[in-house]
């Protein structure tokens, strides 16, 4: 196995800085249960892998005490011929999870894992492996997919190992993708769960519950149990330990509609200050998901993917520095989404790109009115005439690309909890001053269902597929669950896009041949 055996142990190394998750501010570090036990460590909570690119990777795990992580790598199933990365100590700083950063993989190819835990004072004491795979990204000709989704847990919807759990996700891994882009909402730190719910069937749905799950979430205690919460589902499990996941949050994460500055004026929460909460939520974040986001190295949350020649991914964080939700109908304003400082990076970014296929992951829609009340969510509000608020920065974005020649853009997005296909038509716009694009609404994973949410014609979006549930707050037991694909053929260069549903049918399909 070609693998730079000295990068792999100083990326090893480096990621002591699992440990250093625990310097992000916000909230006290709570000590994890139990630490002084006997026998052999435990990993508690599977494996993932993410930010998968040609060369470099990061591997998650937790440990049920402080212990050391080892991870070796291997092209054999049989982890012949391995590596060996020696990783951070889990310590309860980080409620005991911690990543491995592995760098100089091989590319375009099919690597197995695995993970074990040392005991601190015994180090030939080790834990039982946990394996997982992922697919590093080519550096030449290779058929590239993807899946994409985002909501899980909400509505008061969980895991009910009766009806299958978080079902989805065996339809997802089902189509071997080679990530996972999760759009958002991976928790639900708002949304309490109750032991069981009527279904209109007569059937009842029952959750498993948790103490975090059972109240809304304002501690770093209760925000590391949302995400604890998911990985008791054996189906996602699964699907971690298989596909690599590139992560970027939205407004459950830490609560709904969320934006910075805002003072919350709602019973439930003692803590009114949503920048205090979402300080917390970050650091829980960043513990439980295989970001290659550290602190220590900014710490911002949007960042590109390159995933081979075909693919860069632009992931967005369209919440940090979002503006205040109200009518959203400003003249003047510059920004409001992405703020001054995203915007120039992604501006910067897509005309240096090389890539056919530039992949926009943004946590809100773009055409879609999305309500908050009386206010306005995302950037449509509506009125379908010349840009307003932060339609406006859309606008500027959106130029800019034609401006620049920025070809092969494609928007995906989950968030309103129903799967569409829009076309965005400069012919038919208030706002012409663009190259025709698309975008893909997927999910939820397992949420309440709903829409279908009005279209602002001002960037003059054509629905050309859609499918809602019949009333709000479906349950995923009567399916309305939804999933994207994204397949890019490697001869003909073509991105082709499956909505699919829970069980992973295929409802709508669009293929692009790409612009020159």
């Known amino acids: 196995m070609v693998l730079d055996r000295r990068t792999l142990l100083r990326s090893g190394a480096i990621a002591g800085g699992g440990a250093a998750l625990g310097l992000l501010g ?15 460590p435990r990993l508690t909570h599977g494996v ?13 795990a937790r440990s049920d005490r402080p212990a050391r992580m080892l991870v070796e790598v291997s092209r054999r199933p049989d982890f012949r011929n391995v590596r060996s990365v020696r990783g951070p100590v889990l310590t309860p700083e980080t409620d005991l999870t911690g990543k491995a950063f592995l760098h100089g993989l091989p590319t375009g190819e099919d690597l197995h894992y695995r993970v074990r835990l040392a005991d601190l004072d015994r180090h030939s004491l080790l834990s039982e492996p946990v394996t997982g795979r992922l697919r590093t990204a080519p550096g030449a000709k290779r058929d590239v997919s993807f899946v994409w989704s985002g909501d899980l847990a909400g509505q008061g919807w969980g895991i009910d190992p009766a009806l299958g759990g978080y079902r989805i996700f065996n339809a997802m891994g089902a189509v071997d993708p080679d990530f996972f882009l999760c759009s958002g909402d991976l928790v639900y730190s708002d949304g309490p769960l109750a032991e069981s719910v009527k279904l209109p069937d007569g059937r009842t749905w029952r959750n498993v519950l948790t103490a975090e799950k059972a109240k809304v979430a304002q501690t770093l205690a209760d925000y590391r149990g949302q995400f604890r919460y998911n990985l008791l589902d054996a189906n ?19 609560l709904n509609n969320w934006y910075p500055g805002e003072i919350l004026d709602l019973p439930e929460y003692t ?5 205090v909460l979402a300080a917390r939520a970050r650091r829980a974040m960043l513990e439980y998901t295989p970001t290659a986001i550290r602190p220590a190295r900014n710490g911002r949350l949007y960042r590109k993917v390159s995933y081979g020649p075909l693919l860069d991914v632009f992931m967005l964080d369209m919440r940090t520095y979002k503006d205040a939700n109200g009518p ?15 915007a120039s990076w992604l501006k910067r970014e897509l005309s240096r790109s090389k890539a056919t296929w530039k992949v926009i992951a943004a946590d809100l ?15 449509a509000q509506g009125d379908g005439k010349a840009p307003l608020g932060r339609e406006r920065e859309i606008a500027d974005l959106l130029s800019y690309a034609k401006r620049h020649r920025v070809r092969n853009m494609v928007w995906l997005t989950a968030d309103v909890h129903y799967t569409a296909a829009h076309y965005y038509d400069p012919s038919k716009a208030a706002f012409k001053n663009f190259d025709p694009f698309w975008e893909f609404v997927s999910g939820p994973l397992n949420a309440g269902a709903f829409g279908p949410n009005a279209l602002d014609a001002t960037f003059g979006p054509q629905l050309k597929f859609q499918q809602a549930p019949p009333h709000a707050n479906t349950s995923p037991a009567e399916g309305f669950q939804f999933f994207g694909q994204v397949e890019i053929d490697a001869h003909s260069k073509t991105l082709t896009v499956h909505l699919r549903d829970i069980d992973g049918a295929v409802l709508h399909s669009t293929a692009l041949t790409p612009a020159r």
């Open 271 to 275: 803590e009114k200050r949503v920048d």
């Open 365 to 379: 829609p773009i055409g879609l009115v999305v309500p908050d009340g009386t206010a306005q969510e995302a950037a």
């Open 26 to 40: 916000g909230g006290t570090a709570s000590a994890a249960p139990g630490l002084v036990r006997r026998g052999r």
């Open 48 to 60: 993932q892998s993410g930010e998968v690119t040609g060369r470099e990777a990061v591997v998650w």
């Open 236 to 254: 996602l499990k699964a699907f971690n330990a298989r596909v690599p996941m590139l992560y970027q949050w939205d407004d459950h994460e830490v």
């Open 328 to 342: 959203d109908d400003s003249p003047t304003q510059r920004d409001g989404l992405l703020g001054a400082e995203q």
